[in-house]
């Protein structure tokens, strides 16, 4: 006789909130904001958010008109979804199934497996508590199919439904239990359709010429007749070469030759998947059980091994090989794709050249201090630009050019001595008199003023080119709300 399956699906509607707030003892209103369709919105609450009125979906500014002493966090998907498929993995104590559902919740094939903790009630209690232990707020299900069980947990009262209870127990539900588009609910409900019992009466030919496949193969799904598994994702593959020598070894030369041959076997794994690696880690193993691990990192994905080998000298020179080495492992912990490319004579090598040249300074210097500048979006002359690691970044294809020219060095504003808006024809800059000979503007520009910077806050400037006496042409600016000059820039 088959095992009947048996379904827990997991909700945790506070994932990103409980996160950030793990390590906190904080007891104040509390929500993530992520920036959505050109505002700052909030996308997930604490309780006590939620209690003064607030809901996902509001604007900052409201929220913070309701709650003024609301604090927030920018969400963090990437470190959500890594929270999450640690819960996944987390969950496999429980059974030999489990299975990220959504972006905030779990789904877990328990099917016999519930009597290895006493019956399904005490597993599912311990799951409960465990994840209350955590700190995460939970919701759960357990059904026959996984589309019953996610109802409990989303829209029903949570808890066991009992076997071949599917039917009775989503038939009172609103249609929102079926996991269905919003649209889809808006007309449905329109048509006077509020329950899954009400939709399950109605005839199915009509419905699916109207609303297309996925509104039945949801309503199949829930109740158990098309089937609905519960799939782990596929294990990450591990790009990872190993090699035992007979015996150890210490010399520079014996080190290179493993390494080259532990790098040619690893190309080819990289080679056969389309794949190149962005960092390599090398681990030697010594007789005296202590191990030594080399880093590299590339600017680019690579799988040539005579072009990453070079990369390992300065490593392997400051090696302490003690005893002897008598085991290598070479792993490529990240890569990227790297198709298969048609050779040709053009632009691509001196762009793999510079990539190189990149990740040479980059494992010398660190990744951190080789920089480019990149444009940015503002007609602020120090905002104009941002920083960002070489290697992990393009290089413009198109720099915007500016109204007027740019000084070649551009500094924090210097006050000089001068006042009204007519250029100073004398000031004193840098403990030295300049003469101005000539002078062209003026340029103005207007602060941001949907941010507020503070450098900004004495208003709009009024921006000079001058010619001085001494050869040197400067950048001058005027602030007419406060009657000011400054220098903030030199010319070539």
Sequence with gaps: MPTQRRIIVIWLPRLQSDLAL?????????????????????????????????????????????????LTRPADTHRTAQAQESLRRWALRYCPWAACDGADGLALDISGAAHLLG????????????LARMGFTARAG????????????????????????????????????????????????????????????????????????????????????????????????????????????????DLHAGLTRLLERLCQHLHRSELGARRLVLDLSRVDGHSVRLEIRLARPMR????????????????????????????APETAPLPLQQVTTGGARAQDDLADLLSRLSNRLGFEHVQRLLPADSHIPEKAFTVAAAAYSDAAADWPRPRAPRPLTLFA?????????????????????????????????????????PNWRSGLRDYWRVQTDRGARLWLFHTPQRDGWCVQGEFA
């Design 22 to 70: 793990r390590r906190l003892a904080l007891d104040a209103p509390f929500a993530m904001i992520e920036r959505q369709r050109g505002a700052e919105r909030l996308v997930c609450l604490n309780m006590q958010a939620e209690a003064l009125g607030l809901a996902r979906g509001m604007g900052l500014a409201d929220a913070r008109a309701l709650c003024p002493d609301l």
């Design 413 to 453: 504003p210097e006050p000089i001595a001068g006042s009204g808006r007519a250029v100073p024809r004398r000031f004193k800059w840098r403990g030295q008199t300049w003469q101005v000979v000539a002078a062209t503007g003026p340029e103005r520009i207007t602060p941001e003023w949907w941010l507020d910077d």
């Design 304 to 331: 040539d091994a005579d072009g990453i080998a070079p990369l390992f000298d300065r490593a392997l020179d400051g090696v302490d090989a003690g005893y002897g080495i008598d085991g290598m492992r070479l792993s």
């Design 142 to 253: 357990l059904a026959d199919t996984r589309g019953a069980a996610w109802a409990m947990a989303h829209v029903g009262p949570g808890g066991i439904v009992p076997p071949g209870g599917a039917r009775a127990a989503l038939g009172p539900l609103p249609l929102a239990a079926l996991r269905l588009p919003t649209k889809t609910l808006a007309a449905l409900e329109r048509l006077g359709l509020r329950h899954v019992r009400d939709l399950a009466q109605m005839p199915r030919a009509p419905l699916a010429r109207r609303f297309g496949a996925e509104m039945l193969q949801r309503l199949d799904q829930a109740m158990g007749d098309l089937p609905e598994p519960v799939a782990p994702p596929p294990p990450a593959p591990v790009f990872a070469v190993r090699m035992s020598l007979p015996d150890p070894i210490g010399l520079l030369g």
């Design 119 to 130: 019956g399904e009630d005490a597993l599912l209690d311990d799951l409960l508590a465990r």
